[in-house]
C-alpha cells in the first residue's frame, strides 16, 4: 500500500507511519511543525519507503500519484498546545479533516480519523462505550480540541454515508512512550520529567481523577489492526486499567528513584474526572488489548525522557555567560 499520514512528526503519527514502514507499505508523511518534531521526521527518512511534505492540512493540497490510504492524524493533542492554538485546532480539526476526506475520495483510498477519548467530555457514563454520546462544554476552555474532534468524526460518517468511501474512527485513549515531547502538558511526560530533574510534581486537584494509560507499541497495533478491519463506526483504542493521577505520580516516582515532592495546583475547568474505555467492540472484532502495563510502559519511556533532560543539562553547561 502507499499511505498518506498527516501529523507525521507528531508523537503518535511518527510511530504509525513506523508500522506502515514496518510491512513494507510506502508512507508519505505531512507535517507543518505547529508540535510535531523535525527529529522524528529524521528517523522515518532514514527508511526506505518514507516521503515527507511539508505543508497544513487545513490548506488545500493536491496529490498526483496514487494513494491507497489516508490518515489524519495532525492536530495539537495536549492541553498546553491546543489552549495556546484553539483556532489552529479548530481548523485542522474541521478544514483539515475535510481535505483528507476530498483527497481519499478523489484517490478511492480508505480514509482514517484519529479521534480521541475527549469527545465524551467529562463522561457521566463510566467507563465509557461507543455508544455514549458525552458530557462536554462546547463553549470551554476545552472544547476548541472536543468539538473539532466531535465534528471531525461527524464529516467522516457524512462521507462514509454520503459517498460510501471507506472510513475508521479511533477514539485514541492517554497513550504514552518514546517521541513525547517533554513539555507538552500531557501527564505522564509532565511527571517523568519532573522526577528526573527533581522539581515538585504537579498534580492537579487532589489527584483522585482517572486516566487509563496505554504505552505506545499498544496503542499502534490496535490502529493499525483497526485501519485493516472492516469496522466504520467509531471504536475505543485504549488501555482499560484504570488509574487516578496520585497513583501515576507514585509510580514513576517508584521507577525513576527521584525524591521530588507532590505540589497541588488547582484543577482546570472541564477537567474530566473519570476516563476509562471499554475495548469490548476492539477485543471482538480486532483481537487487540493491551500487552504492557504501566510499570512496564514506564521502565521502556524513562531512558527517552532521561536521555532528553541529559542532552538539555549539557546545551546549558555550553551557553556561554555574559
Not at 508540535?35 to 505543508?55: I, Y
Not at 474541521?94 to 480521541?116: K, M, P, Q
Not at 505506545?216 to 485493516?228: A, M, N
Request: overall charge negative; proline content about 7%.
Amino acid at each position: 500500500m502507499r499511505v498518506l499520514i498527516t501529523g507525521a512528526a507528531g508523537f503518535l503519527g511518527s510511530h504509525i507511519a513506523d508500522r506502515f514502514l514496518d510491512d513494507g507499505h510506502e508512507v508519505v508523511g505531512l507535517d507543518n511543525f505547529a508540535t510535531g518534531s523535525p527529529e522524528n521526521v529524521a528517523l522515518l527518512q532514514e527508511r526506505d519507503g518514507f516521503s515527507f511534505v511539508e505543508h497544513d492540512i487545513s490548506q488545500t493540497i493536491f496529490f498526483a500519484e496514487p494513494l491507497d490510504g489516508v490518515l489524519h492524524f495532525a492536530s495539537p493533542a495536549s492541553p498546553v498546545d491546543y489552549l495556546e492554538m484553539p483556532i489552529q485546532t479548530l481548523k485542522v480539526g474541521s478544514l483539515g479533516t475535510h481535505n483528507c476526506l476530498g483527497i481519499a475520495r478523489a484517490h478511492r483510498a480508505r480514509f482514517f480519523i484519529a479521534s480521541t477519548s475527549e469527545v465524551y467530555g467529562d463522561p457521566q457514563v463510566h467507563p465509557q462505550t461507543e455508544s455514549y454520546w458525552g458530557h462536554v462544554n462546547p463553549v470551554g476552555l476545552r472544547g476548541c480540541y472536543d468539538e473539532a474532534k466531535r465534528f471531525a468524526e461527524a464529516l467522516t460518517m457524512a462521507y462514509h454515508r454520503a459517498h460510501g468511501l471507506e472510513t475508521r474512527i479511533a477514539r485514541i485513549f492517554n497513550t504514552y512512550g518514546p517521541r513525547m515531547r517533554p513539555g507538552d502538558g500531557r501527564v505522564v511526560s509532565n511527571f517523568i520529567v519532573q522526577a528526573l530533574t527533581g522539581a515538585p510534581i504537579t498534580i492537579y486537584g487532589e489527584g483522585d481523577q482517572t486516566r487509563s494509560f496505554c504505552y505506545v507499541s499498544d496503542e499502534v497495533e490496535g490502529l493499525y489492526r483497526l485501519f485493516h478491519s472492516d469496522r466504520s463506526l467509531p471504536t475505543n483504542i485504549g488501555n482499560p486499567t484504570e488509574f487516578t493521577i496520585r497513583e501515576l505520580a507514585e509510580a514513576v516516582l517508584a521507577e525513576t528513584g527521584s525524591e521530588s515532592d507532590l505540589v497541588r495546583m488547582p484543577l482546570p475547568e472541564d477537567d474530566p474526572k473519570v476516563r476509562q474505555p471499554d475495548i469490548s467492540v476492539a477485543r471482538e472484532i480486532l483481537g487487540w488489548e493491551p500487552k504492557v502495563d504501566l510499570r512496564e510502559g514506564l521502565r521502556r519511556s524513562i531512558p527517552y525522557f532521561m536521555d532528553l533532560v541529559d542532552r538539555d543539562a549539557a546545551t546549558a553547561r555550553n551557553i556561554p555567560r555574559p
